[in-house]
């Protein structure tokens, strides 16, 4: 049974830092694409990034230049580093596997079961 946890999640003030890491089991993360995304209330779930099974990266617009997504596949985990942390940032972040290079969330087979961050202003 394949199983993605997310940790890291918290409260935080405007410009501080957070760092999600998403720990797999019941898979090879090296064999999968993985993926952060994050949903606000009442907003629909917004890519923030991917990394592919060679390393490279993808953003979202409004992440560019403060989160970097990175892996560890001796670990089975991936990571997500935020900075300059913004209020709009507030929102449940998932984790997620998958095969195909997109950030469409619909082409994602595994799903965490989200933490929780808040920017305060």
């Known amino acids: 049974q394949v199983q993605l946890v997310e940790s890291g999640g918290g409260l935080v003030q405007a410009g501080g830092s957070l760092r999600l890491s998403c720990t797999a089991s019941g898979l090879t993360l090296g064999n999968w694409r993985m993926a952060w995304f994050r949903q606000a209330p009442g907003k629909e779930r917004e890519f923030v990034a991917f990394?592919?099974?060679?390393?490279?990266?993808s953003y979202g617009d409004s992440v560019k230049g403060r989160f970097t997504i990175s892996r560890d596949n001796a670990k089975n985990t991936a990571y997500l580093q935020m900075n300059s942390l913004k209020p709009e940032d507030t929102a449940v972040y998932y984790c997620s596997a998958g095969r195909i290079p997109t950030s469409n969330a619909k082409n994602y087979s595994y799903w965490g079961q989200g933490t929780q961050v808040t920017v305060s202003s």
């Open positions: 990394v592919a099974q060679s390393g490279a990266t």
